[in-house]
Nanobody, 115 residues
Framework: QVQLVESGGGLVQAGGSLRLSCAAS????????MGWYRQAPGKQRELVAT???????NYADSVKGRFTISRDNAKNTVYLQMNSLKPDDTAVYYC?????????WGQGTQVTVSS
């Protein structure tokens, strides 16, 4: 099985920065995709960014140029550096691992951006 633990969420003012981390443990295979999703109050869960084992990345248009996803394969950890934060970035952020046609999710970490 796979377990994911997110950290780094909190309260920040608009224009500020925050760095999220997600550590994966368990049966992690070499060919996988890790990513971040978020869900704001009253809205559906949406993709923020993904990164493959080969470090190919994909971003939602709303975060391009502001967020950077990265990973450390030796540590099975994925990061999300968030800069120039906006109030509409406020959401619960969830870490995800996709491998062997299965998806695993973390518990989520709250990010609140004040104006």
């Amino acid at each position: 099985q796979v377990q994911l633990v997110e950290s780094g969420g909190g309260l920040v003012q608009a224009g500020g920065s925050l760095r999220l981390s997600c550590a994966a443990s368990g049966r992690i295979f070499s060919n996988n995709v890790m990513g971040w999703y978020r869900q704001a109050p009253g809205k559906q869960r949406e993709l923020v960014a993904t990164i493959t084992s080969g470090s190919s990345t994909n971003y939602a248009d709303s975060v391009k140029g502001r967020f950077t996803i990265s990973r450390d394969n030796a540590k099975n950890t994925v990061y999300l550096q968030m800069n120039s934060l906006k109030p509409d970035d406020t959401a619960v952020y969830y870490c995800n691992v996709a491998q062997l046609w299965q998806n695993y999710w973390g518990q989520g970490t709250q990010v609140t951006v004040s104006s």
